[in-house]
């Protein structure tokens, strides 16, 4: 059984940054994708950023230059670095694995319970 399980979210004010992580227990095969998804109230899940089994990796266009992700495959863990924070990156923040090399939430089979960012002054 596969587990994701996500932290370091929080509150930010504009501007600061934050880096979110997802802990993923239980057995993926090496060909997975990893991804970043985000939904705010009120509005359908969007694709934040993914990386694939080789390290290659793609963004949203609003937060390209702002976030990165990695991962650490001797941790089992992948990671979310947000700078440059902004109000409309308030959301919760969930990562999923998949078989698909996509920011669409289909393509994706396990996903996380998420972790609230909140940037505000």
């Known amino acids: 059984q596969v587990e994701l399980v996500e932290s370091g979210g929080g509150s930010v004010q504009p501007g600061g940054s934050l880096r979110l992580s997802c802990v993923v227990s239980?057995?993926?095969?090496?060909?997975?994708?990893m991804a970043w998804f985000r939904q705010a109230p009120g509005k359908e899940r969007e694709g934040v950023a993914q990386?694939?089994?080789?390290?290659?990796?793609g963004y949203v266009g609003s937060v390209k230059g702002r976030f990165t992700i990695s991962q650490d495959n001797a941790k089992n863990t992948l990671y979310l670095q947000m700078n440059s924070l902004k109000p409309e990156d308030t959301a919760m923040y969930y990562c999923a694995a998949g078989q698909v090399y996509t920011l669409g939430s289909w393509g994706y089979r396990y996903w996380g319970q998420g972790t609230q960012v909140t940037v505000s002054s």
């Open positions: 990386i694939d089994s080789t390290g290659g990796t």
């Open positions: 239980g057995y993926l095969y090496s060909s997975y994708c």
